[in-house]
């Protein structure tokens, strides 16, 4: 079993940046792929990056094509977070972020929701023009 808790949403202006966290808890975070996915209202839940363990102490980033060289997700498993990094945000943006946890491994359904058991509650990031 795997509890995710997201932080650090919040109100920021277009052009700005956040730094979204997901605490987990569990002993084997490490090898997770960890997602984060946004949901605005009336939309779908949509991907947005994952950090997908491969093997050993191999890492993989994929990142949603929206958010590509804006975004950066990362992993700290001595502390059992990941982070997302969001740079020259959008109003169209604005959603709440969820954090997710699945073992993925080499598989092409990273950004498939369906591919995740575990999720948190969500963070609201709010983006204003």
């Known amino acids: 079993q795997v509890q995710l808790v997201e932080s650090g949403g919040g109100l920021v202006q277009a052009g700005g940046s956040l730094r979204l966290s997901c605490a987990a808890s569990?002993?084997?975070?490490?090898?997770?792929?960890m997602g984060w996915f946004r949901q605005a209202p009336g939309k779908e839940r949509e991907f947005v990056a994952v950090v997908r363990w491969l093997s050993g102490s191999t890492y993989y980033a994929d990142y949603a094509d929206s958010v590509k060289g804006r975004f950066t997700i990362s992993r700290d498993n001595a502390k059992n977070t990941v982070y997302l990094r969001m740079n020259s945000l959008k109003p169209e943006e604005t959603a709440v972020y969820y954090c997710a946890a699945g073992r993925i491994g080499t598989s092409n359904y990273y950004s498939d929701y369906s591919s995740y058991d575990y999720w948190g509650q969500g963070t609201q990031v709010t983006v204003s023009s």
């Open positions: 569990g002993r084997t975070f490490s090898t997770y792929a």
